[in-house]
């Protein structure tokens, strides 16, 4: 059974970084699309940088430049380098893994396209 286990979050000053790690285990798709999401108390869950298993990634406009999404094959680890953090940055941060379908170019960051979530890890960043 596919496993998300995300880890990295905490708290951090405006202009700070963090790193987020998502570590997969139990899948056994050979193509996919992994991707990291946020929601914020009484918002929306919203996508924030996507990537396929061969390493195109695509963003959200509100982090382009700022955040980097990426993946060790290797490791079973999808990463979310965050620089420049803004306090609007808060929130829960999920990754997410759902099996390529062949039209997935770059992958989508719709939620109800994936179907393996994890637990989440909270980013704070104050003003």
């Known amino acids: 059974q596919a496993q998300l286990v995300e880890s990295g979050g905490g708290s951090v000053q405006a202009g700070g970084s963090l790193r987020l790690s998502c570590s997969a285990s139990?899948?056994?798709?050979?193509?996919?699309?992994m991707a990291w999401f946020r929601q914020a108390p009484g918002k929306e869950r919203e996508g924030v940088a996507s990537?396929?298993?061969?390493?195109?990634?695509t963003y959200a406009d509100s982090v382009k430049g700022r955040f980097t999404s990426s993946l060790d094959n290797a490791k079973n680890t999808l990463y979310l380098q965050m620089n420049s953090l803004k306090p609007e940055d808060t929130a829960m941060y999920y990754c997410?893994?759902?099996?390529?379908?062949?039209?997935?170019?770059?992958?989508?960051?719709?939620?109800?396209?994936?179907?393996?979530w994890g637990q989440g890890t909270q980013v704070t960043v104050s003003s």
């Open positions: 139990g899948y056994t798709y050979s193509t996919y699309c």
């Open positions: 997410a893994l759902v099996r390529r379908s062949w039209w997935y170019s770059p992958c989508p960051m719709m939620p109800t396209t994936y179907n393996i």
């Open positions: 990537i396929t298993n061969d390493g195109i990634t």
